[in-house]
């Protein structure tokens, strides 16, 4: 299956010069589109993670039963700068002190998270992490809920949930920040 974006494979494994993460932040949709816009972003697929059942499907996840998260791969050139963009822009665009939900979706599909690949990714989560906390704590907010997890296993979305946002440009977006951002 093609990006219809970045015009390659979505199952393409990363280059040598790539990595890879994984996050949750809400329905899939809108969070994939939040990432075709930053530089040296170079792939993305929806999928599922984080639950116990295989190859689970969209009313599957959405059943609640699976512990499946709707998340979105994304595939970045391998340096630390730009997965510092990747996290200011995760941390930005949706609300991570929900827990399980975003705006009007509810469920443990929707919560927050975020699944490293190995530990220099790890630190670099954590870091952001209490970054943002900081912001959000001088802003008189709550407490962030994100959980950081390593990746165990990650099941592409249906196709017809891939590029959703580009293929329906008016289709259901509920992301909402805090209003929080990093300093520039």
């Keep these: 299956m093609r990006h219809q974006i970045f015009t390659r494979n979505l199952e393409d494994e990363p280059q040598e010069h790539e990595q890879e993460i994984v996050l949750g932040a809400g329905c899939f949709w809108g969070v994939e589109r939040k990432f075709w816009q930053l530089a040296d972003v170079t792939n993305t697929s929806v999928g599922y993670a984080g639950g116990n059942t295989q190859h689970p499907t969209y009313q599957e996840v959405c059943s609640g039963v699976t512990d499946h998260v709707e998340v979105v791969k994304i595939t970045y050139k391998n340096n630390q700068e730009t997965l510092k963009k990747i996290l200011k822009s995760y941390w930005e665009m949706h609300d991570p002190t929900q827990g399980m939900r975003q705006g009007n979706d509810i469920g443990t599909q ?75």
Excluded: M, W
């Excluded at 190995?118 to 992490?129: E, F, H, I, N, P």
């Design 110 to 184: 929707y919560r927050s998270v975020i699944f490293y690949k190995d530990s220099s990714q790890l630190d670099l989560c954590k870091s952001s992490l209490e970054e943002y906390q900081s912001i959000l704590t001088k802003a008189g907010l709550s407490e962030i809920t994100t959980t950081i997890e390593p990746l165990k296993i990650y099941f592409y979305a249906e196709e017809y949930h891939q590029q959703y946002l580009h293929k329906n440009p008016n289709g259901y977006c509920g992301l909402g920040g805090t209003g929080c951002s990093f300093p520039e």
